[in-house]
Protein backbone atom coordinates (compact mmCIF):
# COMPACT_ATOMS: atom_id res chain seq x y z
CA UNK A 1 0.00 0.00 0.00
CA UNK A 2 1.51 3.55 -0.71
CA UNK A 3 -0.07 7.04 0.62
CA UNK A 4 0.39 10.49 -0.95
CA UNK A 5 2.84 12.59 0.34
CA UNK A 6 1.62 14.53 2.87
CA UNK A 7 3.12 18.45 3.57
CA UNK A 8 5.88 18.33 5.41
CA UNK A 9 4.44 21.15 7.90
CA UNK A 10 1.58 19.28 8.57
CA UNK A 11 0.95 17.22 11.59
CA UNK A 12 0.74 13.50 11.14
CA UNK A 13 -2.56 11.73 11.84
CA UNK A 14 -2.27 8.47 13.27
CA UNK A 15 -3.28 6.82 9.54
CA UNK A 16 -0.48 8.54 7.85
CA UNK A 17 2.03 7.10 10.63
CA UNK A 18 0.58 3.28 10.19
CA UNK A 19 1.22 3.79 6.58
CA UNK A 20 4.50 5.37 7.16
CA UNK A 21 5.58 2.13 9.42
CA UNK A 22 3.99 -0.59 7.41
CA UNK A 23 5.95 0.59 4.39
CA UNK A 24 9.01 0.85 6.50
CA UNK A 25 8.93 -2.26 7.49
CA UNK A 26 8.00 -3.99 4.42
CA UNK A 27 11.22 -2.29 2.73
CA UNK A 28 13.00 -3.41 5.19
CA UNK A 29 14.37 0.46 6.00
CA UNK A 30 12.49 3.98 6.86
CA UNK A 31 13.58 6.61 4.98
CA UNK A 32 15.10 10.32 5.94
CA UNK A 33 11.76 12.41 4.83
CA UNK A 34 9.61 9.98 6.64
CA UNK A 35 11.27 9.25 9.80
CA UNK A 36 11.77 13.24 10.11
CA UNK A 37 8.22 13.66 10.01
CA UNK A 38 7.41 10.26 12.53
CA UNK A 39 10.25 11.51 14.77
CA UNK A 40 9.14 14.93 15.10
CA UNK A 41 5.71 14.00 16.41
CA UNK A 42 6.79 11.26 18.72
CA UNK A 43 5.75 13.25 21.78
CA UNK A 44 1.88 12.19 20.84
CA UNK A 45 1.12 8.67 22.12
CA UNK A 46 -0.88 8.48 18.46
CA UNK A 47 2.46 8.58 16.67
CA UNK A 48 4.60 7.07 19.03
CA UNK A 49 2.52 3.60 19.10
CA UNK A 50 2.60 3.00 15.64
CA UNK A 51 6.25 3.53 15.50
CA UNK A 52 6.69 0.96 18.55
CA UNK A 53 4.68 -1.65 16.71
CA UNK A 54 6.34 -1.51 13.38
CA UNK A 55 9.92 -1.35 15.04
CA UNK A 56 8.79 -4.68 17.18
CA UNK A 57 7.66 -6.15 14.27
CA UNK A 58 10.55 -5.33 12.39
CA UNK A 59 13.04 -6.83 15.45
CA UNK A 60 11.07 -9.77 15.59
CA UNK A 61 11.99 -10.96 11.95
CA UNK A 62 15.05 -10.51 12.05
CA UNK A 63 16.26 -11.41 15.45
CA UNK A 64 12.96 -13.22 16.58
CA UNK A 65 12.03 -13.28 20.53
CA UNK A 66 15.36 -12.72 21.75
CA UNK A 67 17.39 -9.97 24.14
CA UNK A 68 20.92 -10.40 24.49
CA UNK A 69 23.14 -9.18 27.22
CA UNK A 70 26.63 -9.73 27.83
CA UNK A 71 28.11 -10.12 31.17
CA UNK A 72 31.11 -7.86 31.91
CA UNK A 73 33.20 -5.66 33.86
CA UNK A 74 33.65 -2.30 33.52
CA UNK A 75 37.56 -1.09 33.50
CA UNK A 76 37.51 2.84 33.59
CA UNK A 77 41.38 3.11 32.88
CA UNK A 78 41.55 6.58 33.24
CA UNK A 79 39.44 9.29 34.12
CA UNK A 80 41.28 11.76 32.91
CA UNK A 81 40.65 13.92 29.61
CA UNK A 82 41.49 16.47 27.43
CA UNK A 83 37.59 17.05 26.36
CA UNK A 84 35.33 18.42 28.72
CA UNK A 85 31.54 17.68 27.47
CA UNK A 86 28.98 20.06 29.29
CA UNK A 87 26.81 16.34 30.20
CA UNK A 88 30.13 14.44 31.47
CA UNK A 89 30.84 14.00 35.23
CA UNK A 90 33.23 10.98 34.55
CA UNK A 91 35.92 13.16 33.55
CA UNK A 92 38.40 14.91 36.60
CA UNK A 93 41.13 16.60 36.65
CA UNK A 94 44.32 15.55 37.96
CA UNK A 95 44.22 17.47 41.15
CA UNK A 96 40.40 15.90 41.91
CA UNK A 97 40.99 13.45 44.62
CA UNK A 98 38.65 11.36 42.64
CA UNK A 99 41.38 11.41 39.53
CA UNK A 100 42.10 8.09 38.82
CA UNK A 101 44.42 5.91 35.89
CA UNK A 102 44.57 2.37 37.23
CA UNK A 103 47.62 0.32 37.07
CA UNK A 104 48.17 -2.78 35.31
CA UNK A 105 48.24 -4.76 38.45
CA UNK A 106 44.98 -3.33 39.42
CA UNK A 107 43.38 -4.21 35.72
CA UNK A 108 44.86 -7.83 36.82
CA UNK A 109 42.71 -7.77 40.19
CA UNK A 110 39.60 -6.46 38.13
CA UNK A 111 39.89 -8.84 35.21
CA UNK A 112 40.26 -11.93 38.05
CA UNK A 113 37.05 -10.68 39.60
CA UNK A 114 35.27 -10.66 36.46
CA UNK A 115 36.55 -14.10 35.31
CA UNK A 116 35.67 -15.56 39.16
CA UNK A 117 31.61 -14.10 38.37
CA UNK A 118 31.41 -15.53 35.29
CA UNK A 119 32.00 -12.10 32.90
CA UNK A 120 33.37 -12.62 29.75
CA UNK A 121 33.90 -9.29 28.42
CA UNK A 122 36.33 -6.35 29.66
CA UNK A 123 34.70 -2.93 28.90
CA UNK A 124 37.41 -0.24 28.70
CA UNK A 125 36.12 3.08 28.72
CA UNK A 126 38.69 6.13 29.92
CA UNK A 127 38.95 9.53 28.85
CA UNK A 128 40.41 11.01 25.55
CA UNK A 129 44.09 11.68 25.38
CA UNK A 130 44.20 13.06 28.63
CA UNK A 131 47.82 13.51 28.08
CA UNK A 132 47.73 15.83 25.44
CA UNK A 133 45.94 18.20 28.44
CA UNK A 134 47.66 17.40 31.34
CA UNK A 135 51.41 17.15 31.93
CA UNK A 136 51.55 14.95 35.38
CA UNK A 137 49.53 12.47 33.40
CA UNK A 138 52.34 12.97 30.40
CA UNK A 139 55.21 12.28 32.87
CA UNK A 140 53.10 9.43 34.71
CA UNK A 141 53.06 7.15 31.21
CA UNK A 142 56.89 8.63 30.50
CA UNK A 143 57.62 7.10 34.01
CA UNK A 144 56.09 3.72 32.71
CA UNK A 145 57.42 3.63 29.31
CA UNK A 146 54.74 4.52 27.17
CA UNK A 147 54.33 7.53 25.22
CA UNK A 148 50.44 7.82 25.03
CA UNK A 149 47.63 6.70 27.01
CA UNK A 150 46.05 4.13 23.85
CA UNK A 151 49.83 2.63 23.83
CA UNK A 152 49.55 1.93 27.45
CA UNK A 153 46.00 0.89 26.77
CA UNK A 154 46.99 -1.64 24.34
CA UNK A 155 49.02 -3.14 27.48
CA UNK A 156 45.96 -3.17 29.44
CA UNK A 157 43.64 -5.19 26.86
CA UNK A 158 47.03 -8.05 26.69
CA UNK A 159 46.47 -7.75 30.79
CA UNK A 160 42.37 -9.00 30.43
CA UNK A 161 43.30 -11.05 27.68
CA UNK A 162 45.74 -13.24 28.98
CA UNK A 163 43.79 -13.20 32.15
CA UNK A 164 40.91 -14.41 30.41
CA UNK A 165 38.33 -11.81 29.57
CA UNK A 166 37.58 -10.60 26.05
CA UNK A 167 38.49 -6.37 25.56
CA UNK A 168 35.76 -3.98 24.07
CA UNK A 169 37.37 -0.49 23.81
CA UNK A 170 35.76 2.84 24.01
CA UNK A 171 38.74 5.29 24.62
CA UNK A 172 37.68 8.10 22.05
CA UNK A 173 39.21 9.29 19.15
CA UNK A 174 41.81 6.73 18.61
CA UNK A 175 44.25 6.34 15.17
CA UNK A 176 44.04 4.00 12.54
CA UNK A 177 47.66 2.46 13.78
CA UNK A 178 46.19 2.69 17.69
CA UNK A 179 42.96 0.88 16.05
CA UNK A 180 45.80 -1.86 15.05
CA UNK A 181 47.53 -2.29 17.65
CA UNK A 182 44.21 -2.58 20.14
CA UNK A 183 42.85 -4.98 17.57
CA UNK A 184 45.45 -7.49 19.13
CA UNK A 185 44.07 -7.73 21.92
CA UNK A 186 40.25 -6.93 21.11
CA UNK A 187 37.05 -9.07 20.19
CA UNK A 188 35.50 -5.08 19.19
CA UNK A 189 36.07 -1.86 20.05
CA UNK A 190 33.36 1.17 19.51
CA UNK A 191 32.59 4.82 19.64
CA UNK A 192 29.81 6.77 20.07
CA UNK A 193 28.93 9.05 17.43
CA UNK A 194 26.67 10.84 19.56
CA UNK A 195 25.63 13.46 17.03
CA UNK A 196 26.80 14.45 13.44
CA UNK A 197 25.58 17.89 14.15
CA UNK A 198 28.32 20.18 13.63
CA UNK A 199 25.84 23.11 15.86
CA UNK A 200 26.86 21.47 19.28
CA UNK A 201 30.14 22.70 19.13
CA UNK A 202 28.96 26.06 18.71
CA UNK A 203 29.60 28.44 22.32
CA UNK A 204 27.26 27.45 25.07
CA UNK A 205 26.39 23.84 22.92
CA UNK A 206 27.27 20.55 24.63
CA UNK A 207 30.56 20.24 22.87
CA UNK A 208 32.48 23.39 22.99
CA UNK A 209 35.13 22.24 24.87
CA UNK A 210 35.48 18.86 23.49
CA UNK A 211 37.38 18.92 20.09
CA UNK A 212 37.21 15.24 19.78
CA UNK A 213 33.28 15.63 20.04
CA UNK A 214 33.72 17.04 15.96
CA UNK A 215 31.74 15.09 13.91
CA UNK A 216 34.05 15.02 10.69
CA UNK A 217 36.74 13.44 13.47
CA UNK A 218 34.45 10.54 14.64
CA UNK A 219 32.65 9.65 11.09
CA UNK A 220 36.52 9.22 9.91
CA UNK A 221 37.35 7.10 13.23
CA UNK A 222 34.52 4.55 12.45
CA UNK A 223 36.01 4.55 8.28
CA UNK A 224 39.15 4.22 9.59
CA UNK A 225 37.48 0.96 12.07
CA UNK A 226 35.88 -0.66 8.79
CA UNK A 227 38.87 -0.42 6.87
CA UNK A 228 41.27 -2.20 9.08
CA UNK A 229 37.39 -4.49 9.88
CA UNK A 230 36.95 -4.37 13.28
CA UNK A 231 33.43 -5.17 15.04
CA UNK A 232 32.62 -1.97 16.07
CA UNK A 233 30.03 -0.37 17.95
CA UNK A 234 28.57 2.91 17.45
CA UNK A 235 25.51 5.09 19.02
CA UNK A 236 23.33 7.84 18.97
CA UNK A 237 23.23 10.44 22.26
CA UNK A 238 19.60 11.54 22.78
CA UNK A 239 18.69 15.11 24.14
CA UNK A 240 21.64 16.81 23.91
CA UNK A 241 20.62 19.86 22.24
CA UNK A 242 19.92 18.07 18.82
CA UNK A 243 17.20 18.62 16.31
CA UNK A 244 14.84 15.42 15.58
CA UNK A 245 16.23 16.12 12.06
CA UNK A 246 19.73 15.72 13.48
CA UNK A 247 18.84 12.42 15.14
CA UNK A 248 17.93 11.07 11.89
CA UNK A 249 20.79 12.18 9.97
CA UNK A 250 22.60 10.60 12.66
CA UNK A 251 21.08 7.84 12.25
CA UNK A 252 21.29 7.69 8.47
CA UNK A 253 25.14 8.11 8.92
CA UNK A 254 25.83 5.26 11.29
CA UNK A 255 23.77 3.26 8.45
CA UNK A 256 25.62 4.46 6.05
CA UNK A 257 28.66 3.24 7.46
CA UNK A 258 27.68 0.20 7.74
CA UNK A 259 26.36 -0.30 4.24
CA UNK A 260 30.20 0.55 3.13
CA UNK A 261 32.19 -1.15 5.53
CA UNK A 262 29.96 -3.86 7.07
CA UNK A 263 31.56 -3.63 10.24
CA UNK A 264 28.78 -1.61 12.58
CA UNK A 265 27.85 -4.62 14.63
CA UNK A 266 25.55 -2.32 16.93
CA UNK A 267 24.02 0.68 17.47
CA UNK A 268 23.32 1.92 20.87
CA UNK A 269 20.08 4.19 21.75
CA UNK A 270 21.24 6.36 25.19
CA UNK A 271 19.38 9.03 26.46
CA UNK A 272 21.36 11.67 28.47
CA UNK A 273 20.19 12.31 31.70
CA UNK A 274 21.53 15.81 33.40
CA UNK A 275 23.86 15.81 35.95
CA UNK A 276 24.69 17.93 39.23
CA UNK A 277 27.74 19.95 38.83
CA UNK A 278 27.51 19.91 35.15
CA UNK A 279 26.91 22.50 32.74
CA UNK A 280 23.96 21.33 31.21
CA UNK A 281 22.25 20.47 34.78
CA UNK A 282 19.62 22.48 34.33
CA UNK A 283 18.26 21.21 30.77
CA UNK A 284 16.03 18.38 30.69
CA UNK A 285 16.41 14.83 28.77
CA UNK A 286 13.92 13.63 26.85
CA UNK A 287 11.04 11.91 28.10
CA UNK A 288 11.25 8.13 29.07
CA UNK A 289 8.51 7.60 25.99
CA UNK A 290 10.05 9.62 23.54
CA UNK A 291 13.75 7.83 24.38
CA UNK A 292 11.43 4.66 23.55
CA UNK A 293 10.05 6.08 20.27
CA UNK A 294 13.74 6.87 19.11
CA UNK A 295 14.80 3.45 19.83
CA UNK A 296 12.21 2.48 17.32
CA UNK A 297 12.73 4.88 14.78
CA UNK A 298 16.81 3.63 15.35
CA UNK A 299 15.34 0.16 14.55
CA UNK A 300 13.59 0.91 11.30
CA UNK A 301 15.68 3.68 10.32
CA UNK A 302 19.16 0.74 10.38
CA UNK A 303 16.94 -2.18 9.35
CA UNK A 304 15.66 -5.61 11.18
CA UNK A 305 19.78 -6.85 10.88
CA UNK A 306 21.17 -4.28 12.63
CA UNK A 307 21.49 -4.79 16.78
CA UNK A 308 20.00 -2.26 18.51
CA UNK A 309 20.50 -1.51 22.51
CA UNK A 310 19.61 0.56 24.94
CA UNK A 311 21.12 0.58 28.00
CA UNK A 312 18.97 -0.74 30.71
CA UNK A 313 19.95 1.41 33.95
CA UNK A 314 19.39 4.77 32.56
CA UNK A 315 15.66 3.50 31.91
CA UNK A 316 15.06 1.15 34.60
CA UNK A 317 11.32 2.64 34.79
CA UNK A 318 10.46 1.60 31.31
CA UNK A 319 12.27 -1.36 30.74
CA UNK A 320 8.82 -3.06 29.29
CA UNK A 321 8.08 0.39 27.03
CA UNK A 322 11.35 -0.73 25.68
CA UNK A 323 11.07 -3.84 24.99
CA UNK A 324 8.23 -2.98 22.52
CA UNK A 325 10.52 -0.88 20.83
CA UNK A 326 12.57 -3.16 18.64
CA UNK A 327 15.76 -3.44 20.48
CA UNK A 328 17.17 -6.92 21.00
CA UNK A 329 20.11 -5.93 23.16
CA UNK A 330 20.49 -4.59 26.74
CA UNK A 331 24.67 -3.96 26.07
CA UNK A 332 26.81 -4.73 28.81
CA UNK A 333 25.59 -5.27 32.21
CA UNK A 334 27.73 -6.13 35.08
CA UNK A 335 27.78 -8.20 38.21
CA UNK A 336 30.31 -6.71 40.01
CA UNK A 337 31.55 -3.40 39.01
CA UNK A 338 29.36 0.00 38.36
CA UNK A 339 28.43 1.61 35.35
CA UNK A 340 31.48 4.76 35.62
CA UNK A 341 30.15 7.17 33.12
CA UNK A 342 26.67 6.84 35.25
CA UNK A 343 27.38 5.71 38.34
CA UNK A 344 24.18 7.68 39.81
CA UNK A 345 22.25 4.45 37.83
CA UNK A 346 22.69 1.09 39.15
CA UNK A 347 22.69 -2.12 36.48
CA UNK A 348 19.56 -4.27 37.41
CA UNK A 349 20.30 -7.87 38.26
CA UNK A 350 20.45 -10.46 35.64
CA UNK A 351 18.02 -12.10 37.16
CA UNK A 352 15.13 -8.92 37.63
CA UNK A 353 16.46 -8.32 33.37
CA UNK A 354 15.55 -11.88 32.75
CA UNK A 355 12.61 -11.53 34.69
CA UNK A 356 11.08 -8.59 33.22
CA UNK A 357 12.60 -9.70 29.23
CA UNK A 358 10.75 -12.95 29.67
CA UNK A 359 7.57 -11.22 31.22
CA UNK A 360 7.33 -9.60 28.08
CA UNK A 361 7.14 -12.39 26.50
CA UNK A 362 10.77 -12.82 25.05
CA UNK A 363 14.19 -14.73 25.84
CA UNK A 364 17.19 -13.04 27.70
CA UNK A 365 20.31 -14.72 26.28
CA UNK A 366 23.88 -14.17 27.18
CA UNK A 367 26.80 -12.73 23.98
CA UNK A 368 30.03 -11.97 24.21
CA UNK A 369 31.65 -8.22 23.50
CA UNK A 370 31.23 -9.57 19.80
CA UNK A 371 27.82 -10.99 18.00
CA UNK A 372 27.67 -14.33 16.72
CA UNK A 373 27.23 -13.33 13.24
CA UNK A 374 30.82 -11.71 13.05
CA UNK A 375 32.62 -14.23 15.17
CA UNK A 376 31.19 -17.59 13.23
CA UNK A 377 31.54 -16.33 9.73
CA UNK A 378 33.84 -13.42 8.93
CA UNK A 379 37.21 -14.71 10.48
CA UNK A 380 38.74 -11.21 8.41
CA UNK A 381 37.12 -9.47 10.96
CA UNK A 382 39.57 -10.58 13.78
CA UNK A 383 43.19 -11.16 15.21
CA UNK A 384 43.48 -14.59 14.42
CA UNK A 385 44.22 -15.55 18.62
CA UNK A 386 41.89 -13.29 19.67
CA UNK A 387 39.06 -15.62 17.37
CA UNK A 388 40.98 -18.66 18.46
CA UNK A 389 40.16 -18.00 22.57
CA UNK A 390 36.56 -16.05 21.93
CA UNK A 391 35.31 -19.29 19.95
CA UNK A 392 35.97 -21.15 23.25
CA UNK A 393 32.73 -19.34 24.93
CA UNK A 394 30.26 -20.58 22.23
CA UNK A 395 28.78 -23.50 20.85
CA UNK A 396 28.76 -24.10 17.38
CA UNK A 397 25.27 -22.24 16.78
CA UNK A 398 27.33 -19.13 18.51
CA UNK A 399 25.42 -19.34 21.82
CA UNK A 400 27.34 -18.55 25.04
CA UNK A 401 28.75 -21.68 27.11
CA UNK A 402 28.03 -19.76 30.87
CA UNK A 403 31.53 -19.87 32.81
CA UNK A 404 31.88 -21.92 35.53
CA UNK A 405 29.55 -19.97 38.66
CA UNK A 406 28.02 -17.99 35.88
CA UNK A 407 24.22 -18.75 35.20
CA UNK A 408 22.08 -16.00 34.07
CA UNK A 409 20.08 -15.66 37.05
CA UNK A 410 23.10 -14.94 39.02
CA UNK A 411 23.63 -11.46 39.71
S1 LIG B 1 35.13 12.85 25.89
FE1 LIG B 1 34.01 11.41 27.22
S2 LIG B 1 35.17 11.37 29.16
FE2 LIG B 1 35.85 13.17 28.01
S3 LIG B 1 34.58 14.85 28.81
FE3 LIG B 1 33.54 14.03 26.97
S4 LIG B 1 32.09 12.48 27.72
FE4 LIG B 1 33.57 12.93 29.40
Redesign the pocket.
Given at each position: MSFPPPQDSAPLTRREAEGLVAEAVEDGRLERGPATRLGAGLADESIREPVLEGAFESKRRAKGDTVSVSRNVFIPLT?L?????A??T??KLPESPEARTYSLDEVAEVVRGGVRMGCIEALFCL??KPEIAHRSHREWLRRRGFASTAAYLVEGCRVAFEGGLLPHTNA?ILSGDEMAALRRWNASMGLMLESTSPRLRGRGMAHFY?P??DPSLRLRMHEEAGELRIPFTSGILLGIGETAEERVDTLLAIRDLADRYGHIQETIVQPFHPKPGTPMRAYSGLPDPEVAGWVAIARLVLGPEMNVQAPPNLAPEMLELLLRSGLNDWGGVSPITVDFINPEAPWPTFRELRRRTEAAGQRLVERLPVYPEYLLSRPEFFDAKVREVALRFVDASGSVLLRRGATVEAA
Open positions: NCRDRCYCFAGDGADK
